[in-house]
C-alpha cells in the first residue's frame, strides 16, 4: 500500500532524522525510557487546564499500582456520577509513564467530558509478560469496584490506550467479557499491537518504518515476552482470542506509515463481523504515534475531537 505522510508529519519526521535521533534498540531499557520521556516536551500540546488532578495507589496483588486521575470541570454527570475512561499508555510495555501520557489524558477528558483514570503498569524487561496484563486487569476492576466513591458511572465504563496500551484496553475488555465483568461500556483501541506474529503485509513494507520501526518492534517484543510460546497467548495477542463476539463498541484508529497498521485493521473488521459496533479511523499520512503530537500535528488533536465524541456516543 503506497504511503505519502502528510506535509506536517514528513516535517516531524525529517526533524526527527536530522536531530540524530537514537534508535531504541541501541538503547538500554532505561535509556529508551529517559530519551523517551524528555522527547515528549517538544511534541504534546500545552495541557488544557482540569478541576482536577490526583494520584492514586491501586492495590494488586504484587503490591500497589500507580495511577492517576483527571476530573474535567464539564463532566457528563447522572445522578451525580460520570463516565470514566481508564487509560493505558504506549510505550512498547517497555518505555513510557503517567507523564509521558499526561497531555493526551487530559485532553481525553476534556474532549469527552469524562474521568480519566491512567494506569502505570509494570514495564518490561523488569516486569515480563503477563504483569502488564496483571495490572491492567486489577486496576479496572478496582475502578469499577471503587466507582462511586470515585465519582464514577461504574454501567458507563470504558477503557483505551495508544500502541501497547491499546493492546492492554483490547485483553482487558476480553478478560471482562470472559470473567464475567466489569461491565465495560467502550474500547479506544489507537493504532493497537494486537497479533505478536507480525506477518502482516505492514510490517514489512519499508514505508511504514517510520518512527516506529520493524526492528525496534522486535525489541520491544523481545524485552516483553519470555518465550516465543507467550506469541500466541490471547493475553499478548488479543486477535488470537478464540471469538471477539460480546464486546463492547470499539473505536479503532489506524496510521498509514504504521507498521501495526493491518493488524489494527483486520482486528477492526473482524470485530465487526463477531457483530460488535466498531468505528474505525484511519488517517493515511501519519506515523505511529502522532497521537500523542498535538503540539506538532494538527491531525492530532482532530483524532482527540473525534474519540471525545464517540466516547459521548456511548452514553
Same mark, same amino acid.
Given at each position: ?18 536531530? /540524530?535521533?537514537? +534508535?531504541?534498540?541501541? &538503547?538500554? @531499557?532505561?535509556? =529508551?525510557? *529517559? ?6 516536551? $517538544? ?12 494520584a492514586l495507589s491501586i492495590p494488586a496483588q504484587h503490591g500497589a499500582v500507580p495511577a492517576r486521575i483527571y476530573v474535567p470541570a464539564e463532566l ?41 483514570i491512567s494506569v502505570d503498569y509494570r514495564l518490561a524487561p523488569e516486569h515480563k509478560f503477563p504483569a502488564a496484563v496483571d495490572d491492567a486487569i ?22 483505551? /490506550?495508544?500502541? +501497547?496500551?491499546?493492546? &492492554?484496553? @483490547?485483553?482487558? =475488555?476480553? *478478560? ?6 466489569? $461491565? ?132
Amino acid at each position: 500500500m503506497p504511503v505519502v505522510l502528510d506535509p506536517d508529519a514528513a516535517a516531524v519526521y525529517k526533524a526527527f532524522q536530522e536531530a /540524530g535521533r537514537p +534508535a531504541y534498540e541501541t &538503547l538500554t @531499557a532505561p535509556e =529508551a525510557r *529517559a530519551y523517551y520521556s524528555q522527547a515528549r516536551f $517538544a511534541t504534546n500540546p500545552e495541557p488544557p487546564e482540569l478541576a482536577r488532578i490526583a494520584a492514586l495507589s491501586i492495590p494488586a496483588q504484587h503490591g500497589a499500582v500507580p495511577a492517576r486521575i483527571y476530573v474535567p470541570a464539564e463532566l457528563r454527570r447522572r445522578d451525580g456520577l460520570s463516565p470514566a475512561m481508564v487509560f493505558f499508555h504506549g510505550g512498547g510495555w517497555v518505555i513510557g509513564d503517567l507523564d509521558t501520557h499526561d497531555v493526551a489524558c487530559r485532553k481525553l477528558a476534556v474532549e469527552s467530558a469524562l474521568i480519566v483514570i491512567s494506569v502505570d503498569y509494570r514495564l518490561a524487561p523488569e516486569h515480563k509478560f503477563p504483569a502488564a496484563v496483571d495490572d491492567a486487569i486489577a486496576a479496572t476492576r478496582w475502578v469499577a469496584a471503587n466507582a462511586h466513591e470515585l465519582g464514577i458511572d461504574a454501567t458507563r465504563l470504558s477503557v483505551g /490506550g495508544d500502541s +501497547a496500551g491499546g493492546n &492492554l484496553a @483490547a485483553v482487558v =475488555a476480553l *478478560a471482562a467479557r470472559d470473567g464475567n465483568g466489569p $461491565a465495560i461500556a467502550g474500547q479506544v483501541l489507537i493504532y493497537p499491537a494486537v497479533d505478536f506474529a507480525m506477518t502482516h503485509r505492514s510490517h514489512s513494507e519499508p514505508e511504514t518504518s517510520v518512527l516506529l520501526t520493524h526492528s525496534v518492534i522486535r525489541w520491544f517484543r523481545d524485552h516483553y515476552l519470555s518465550a516465543a510460546a507467550d506469541a500466541e497467548d490471547w493475553r499478548a495477542s488479543p486477535a488470537r482470542a478464540a471469538t471477539l463476539a460480546r464486546l463492547p463498541p470499539a473505536y479503532v484508529l489506524t496510521a498509514g506509515a504504521d507498521p501495526l497498521r493491518d493488524e489494527g485493521d483486520e482486528y477492526a473488521a473482524r470485530l465487526k463481523q463477531a457483530g460488535v459496533s466498531v468505528t474505525y479511523r484511519h488517517f493515511p499520512g501519519q506515523f505511529h504515534g502522532f497521537f500523542t503530537m498535538g503540539k506538532l500535528l494538527r491531525e492530532a488533536n482532530v483524532a482527540a475531537s473525534e474519540i471525545g465524541a464517540w466516547l459521548k456516543g456511548l452514553g
